[in-house]
């Protein structure tokens, strides 16, 4: 069975930066995509980045790109997301997520809070 567990969350001003952490443990996940999520309060959730955890090919969100950055560390089974130039918009509870090529999204962390101030 699949785990995911979120750190990093937090309090920022805006403008600033968060570095958000995702364990994955259960598996080898040589043929998996691992990504992030978020959902802001009333609102659904929104796909926020995605890294091959084989080959490292990412993907983002318009609405982070240049902003955002995912990488994976294969020796630690972390995946990690770097928040900079934040805005209040980003608030949200970030999920960690990962799925096995070619299934969607099926495991899912506990989520993490980011709440950026203006």
Avoid: H
Avoid at 35 to 47: I, L, M, N, S, V
């Amino acid at each position: 069975q699949v785990q995911l567990v979120e750190s990093g969350g937090g309090l920022v001003q805006a403008g600033g930066s968060l570095r958000l952490s995702c364990a994955a443990s259960g598996r080898t996940f040589s043929s998996y995509i691992m990504g992030w999520f978020r959902q802001a309060p009333g609102k659904g959730r929104e796909f926020v980045a995605e890294i091959y955890w084989s080959g490292g090919s990412t993907t983002y969100a318009d609405s982070v790109k240049g902003r955002f950055t995912i990488s994976r560390d294969k020796t630690k089974n972390t995946m990690d997301l770097q928040m900079n130039s934040l805005k209040p918009e980003d608030t949200a509870v970030y999920f960690c997520a990962a799925r096995n090529y070619p299934a969607t999204y099926n495991y899912w962390g506990q989520g993490t809070q980011v709440t950026v101030s203006s």
